[in-house]
């Protein structure tokens, strides 16, 4: 497990390094974070920490703004005001951006986006481009993520011809590949059967123990929502603790 997130080549970049502001002691701080569609408030002040090394799951109903919310913390989206960092960042006024994404967080979305053309393999190995690391390298690295999420006797299955939850799978093992510190999942284990459920859990887990990784997960999956730390929910464009006050 250790050599899932060694150095993958170079890892500092002077230029996200100076974005990096030393005294903010969460993986992820959000502070009144508002978000508008038009004439809809999605976020409507959202706050909350995540401690580094934690598992939060996010909970909602259906259109409360979730996938909108990973969206700004992957700086894919911009907030209408409010604060967000990530590992220090701050990725509302950040420029490096594409570095920012590759080298810090590990995303996995609803709808999974791999490429139909390329192989499961080639897939992952994508995401260790510019990490330094050589084609061999990259390849065997892809082939040990994929072995981690079960998917060992698949590398070389294109997308088309796998199922939804093998599809899913290496989405997380891609999401992996470049030793984020942070997680960020969109219901990872919502297609996955019992097994395939089990062992995106237990590697988050181990990221988690043994690397001190910091996973955000918005799910409606009572086998993932077991095991997270904490339960948020987000509602009516505000965040609370579930059972919470
Ligand atoms: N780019 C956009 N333009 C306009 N409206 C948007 C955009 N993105 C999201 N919305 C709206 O914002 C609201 C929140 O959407 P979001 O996808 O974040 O919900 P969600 O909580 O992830 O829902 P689900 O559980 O169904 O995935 C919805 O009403 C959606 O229509
Ligand atoms: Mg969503």
Request: without cysteine; charged residues 25%.
């Amino acid at each position: 497990m250790s050599d899932l997130l060694e150095p993958a080549g170079q890892r500092t970049d002077r230029r996200l390094e100076r974005q990096r502001s030393a005294d903010d002691p969460n993986a992820i701080t959000v502070r009144d974070v508002t978000r508008r569609f038009g004439d809809t408030v999605v976020l409507d002040g959202v706050s909350f920490d995540v401690a580094p090394g934690s598992f939060t799951a996010v909970t909602g109903p259906s259109g409360s703004g979730k996938t909108t919310l990973l969206h700004l913390l992957a700086a894919l989206d911009h907030p209408d005001s409010g604060t967000i960092r990530v590992n220090g960042i701050d990725v509302v006024h950040l420029h490096q951006l594409t570095r920012y994404r590759r080298r810090e967080i590990g995303l996995v979305f609803q709808l999974h986006n791999l490429v139909p053309r390329l192989t499961a393999e080639q897939n992952v190995a994508m995401a260790l481009f510019d990490t330094g690391l050589g084609a061999r390298q990259r390849k065997a690295r892809a082939v040990d993520l994929l072995e981690q999420v079960g998917l060992a006797n698949r590398v070389g299955a294109k997308p088309p011809t796998m199922s939804g939850g093998e599809r899913q799978r290496v989405a997380v093992a891609r999401a992996l590949a470049n030793g984020p510190r942070v997680i960020l999942a969109d219901e990872p284990t919502g297609s996955l059967d019992d097994d395939s459920a089990g062992s995106v859990l237990d590697l988050f887990e181990a990221l988690r123990a043994d690397e001190g990784v910091t996973v955000l997960a918005v799910s409606h999956d009572p086998r993932l929502n077991a095991r997270a730390d904490r339960l948020l929910r987000l509602a009516d464009g505000r965040i609370a603790p579930v059972g919470g006050s």
